[in-house]
């Protein structure tokens, strides 16, 4: 299948690998030239902007930061409803909005493209197995014409209402995250100050009551190994649970560890930690234990 691909960061870069691997013939955007040069060195064709990328395309994939990049992306200057010809499939999976990827979608249909949702799970690692989740929010026809590429991406795929639906469950999933990642932290805090070492922490809790993805995917990988390159950056964590705390202010649903929790990623990005993994946040409490 003829693709475009935009967004080549932590995540892009690793899907668009898999997408190759998978035989498909992709053109690709980024802003950092040195994300489309590693891209290029897969076997990727660049274009010169998002319209070039969209141009005689059947599907274009996009995994960009925020809800204003993929708006710009798509409806701005130079964005691909200007390259798009009547049919394209936009496949988004970033994590954006609902009320923003349904926006762009009535905008987008107007002009004969259609938009699914397509947000994923499983990090990095998940990005290199391939092995991702992918929630997809749209219609029925849209889902299964994107399967084949999904499907190269990840390994449980998940067709869950209209477009926004997708989102939606992703911003539920990552407030969990987010909570879990600074109870984690704080959990190993107490711990160490208490005694114990950190990897008898690890070990025990693991495989107890205590365990969660943000102790698993994140102890060994980061906080042990001392390195904090993304990962899934600080940033990106606040910027999902601010669209929770938003999603959930206009429902009147009281969300009180999402609060704290967004709070905690608020000091760590004043502590300039915001290009940092999100088990960053664990240095919040550097002065109290030495993990
Ligand atoms: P990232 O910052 O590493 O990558 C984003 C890429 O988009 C960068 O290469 C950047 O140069 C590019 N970009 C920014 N603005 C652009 C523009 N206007 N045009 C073209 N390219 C542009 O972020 P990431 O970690 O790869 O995350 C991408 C998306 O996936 C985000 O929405 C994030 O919330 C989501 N996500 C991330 C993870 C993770 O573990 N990192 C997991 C699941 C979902």
């Known amino acids: ?64 930061p925020n809800s204003a990049i993929v708006e710009s992306t798509v409806l701005g200057p130079g964005g691909i409803l200007e390259g798009a010809e009547q049919g394209l499939l936009i496949v988004d999976l970033s994590s954006i909005t609902p009320q923003s990827i349904q926006k762009i979608a009535g905008i987008a249909k107007a002009k004969g493209v259609n938009i699914i949702d397509a947000p994923v799970s499983g990090g990095t690692a998940g990005a290199q197995m391939g092995t991702l989740s992918i929630m997809v929010g749209g219609e029925q026809a849209d889902f299964e014409r994107a399967l084949p590429v999904l499907q190269s991406i990840g390994s449980k795929i998940d067709h869950v209402g209209a477009i926004g639906a997708g989102d939606t469950v992703k911003l539920v999933n990552n407030l969990l995250l987010g909570v879990n990642m600074v109870a984690v932290s704080e959990a190993l805090c107490l711990g160490v100050k208490a005694g114990i070492k950190p990897e008898v922490l690890y070990q025990i809790i693991s495989n107890s009551s205590g365990n969660s993805y943000a102790l698993t995917a994140k102890y060994k990988k980061f906080i042990a190994a001392g390195n904090f390159e993304p990962g899934f950056m600080i940033d990106l964590q606040y910027k999902d649970l601010q669209l929770a705390v938003d999603t959930a202010k206009g429902l009147k649903v009281p969300l009180v560890l999402g609060n704290i ?19 960053a946040v664990i240095k919040l409490g550097e002065a109290l234990c030495d993990i």
Do not use: C, P, W
């Open 1 to 64: 299948m003829e693709l475009g691909f935009i967004g080549l960061g932590a995540m892009g870069s690793k899907m668009l690998a898999n997408v190759i691997k998978a035989g498909h013939s992709v053109t690709v955007f980024d802003i950092g030239q040195a994300a489309v040069d590693a891209a290029v060195a897969l076997g990727a064709k660049k274009a010169a902007n998002a319209a070039e990328t969209a141009r005689g395309k059947e599907i274009v994939l996009l995994s960009l």
């Open 261 to 279: 929790a967004q709070q905690a990623y608020e000091i760590a990005r004043a502590s300039g930690l915001g290009a940092e993994d999100i088990s």
